[in-house]
């Protein structure tokens, strides 16, 4: 087998791998809706649908068609959109109460293991965010859920959007290290077999309630990762050891 | 008096503000001075002639002349400038050497107050780094250092060095803050002239060690600060009642 390089730091996809995206929209959406006369929008599928719409846009982004804007203006445009299809107004919603849903993305808890985890890796390598979310995003939340990043970096700082190849390249460049010495952990196929291809290594972290026990939209693309593990804690263990 | 704007953000200047670079740099310099046969020369004059030997090529930078490079690129080559002032050709020395020469810029150690006052500061404003030093630079430097950024912001995030606007205005903007809203925290009458006049509110902190004993080359610049303290525990006496 041959001797793996030597891992210099860790970037930490956020949204699902440290972050439970889906119960904190709910959280946040349910008493909305409900102000709206509309509590027969099931919090989580409002959550789903939200995160779902919000693809195409970064993929606008993404293909150079549309100037780089940060997520929480995808976020927003994504909203309204969510709104019209369940057949309501972003008009009818005062400013505030707008920027406040959004921002629940900016009030997401962690998975259990999280905090304990990042802390325990971060006694032995770097480890940064390298998330599609916006610089103020990431710091209101790791604020609130005492993520300890040593830096903020990925799409806002790189100004591109994953899983293209230079989101992974830059943020190596950035901690100057080798793509090769950088280690992307997320519980996401598709953002590791990016990562893989622009020669990153790669840590798998299985999240099964990230949609609430159903099966991720990529569930069948896993890979040989280099770090298969359920939790941070699990992934602190094999490499702090 | 006007009721000033609330502070939602401190920006740090680290050089000199929050880390004695002088004294790091000497004390990096010296034995390699040493090792040359050239204890002739004073490590602390060295370590003032490498800082002052940088600031035409930030202007070069800050002009447009030139691409942007990262504080790494532009420390290396003014070290190269400086050891041929001093009759050493940079090729003497082995690649290692230089590198680890340039690296300890990442090495520098904090005034006593800075852990603490920014440990104090923290718990009620997000603090972040603006810098002209480079993300990789910042992050060795906090971790060795334990100085608990929320995030590295500063040059190499903003493509741009201070002191022009954009560098102050960028800042705000990513932490999605007004400019009044972020004050900027500095030993430097230069840097804070430079931040008013973009909108940001300013704390002066003075550090009469930064060169040795001797005045700073700004020191007759000041103005009449919203905060202005001997130490960042200071700051977090006025900031945080």
Not at 116 to 126: E, I, V
Request: hydrophobic letters at 40%.
């Amino acid at each position: 087998m041959p001797q793996r390089t030597r891992i210099k730091a860790l970037a930490f996809d956020v949204f699902g791998t440290v972050v439970d995206w889906r119960s904190g929209i709910a959280r946040g959406a349910g008493p909305v809706l409900a102000r709206l006369g509309r509590s027969d929008i099931d919090p989580h599928a409002f959550a789903d649908g939200w995160r779902r719409r919000y693809q195409p846009a970064l993929e606008e982004v993404r293909s150079g068609r549309r100037p780089f804007v940060i997520l929480d203006t995808l976020h927003r445009e994504a909203l309204e959109d969510l709104l019209r299809h369940h057949a309501i107004d972003p008009a009818t919603l005062d400013e505030d109460t707008l920027v406040d849903l959004i921002h629940a993305w900016h009030r997401l808890d962690p998975w259990p293991d999280s905090v304990d985890g990042l802390t325990r890796l971060k006694t032995r390598y770097p480890i940064v965010t390298l998330s599609n979310g916006n610089i103020a995003l990431m710091l209101d939340m790791a604020r609130r859920a005492h993520l300890p990043w040593d830096a903020i970096l990925g799409a806002e700082v790189s100004r591109i959007y994953k899983p293209l190849p230079e989101s992974y390249l830059a943020t190596a460049r950035m901690l100057a290290v080798e793509p090769a010495e950088l280690c992307l952990v997320a519980a996401h196929h598709s953002d590791l077999a990016a990562a893989r291809a622009a020669g990153l290594q790669t840590a798998y972290v299985d999240r099964p309630l990230e949609y609430g026990g159903r099966p991720a939209p990529d569930a069948d693309d896993g890979q040989d990762w280099e770090f298969s593990v359920d939790s941070l804690t699990r992934l602190a263990d094999e490499l702090c050891r």
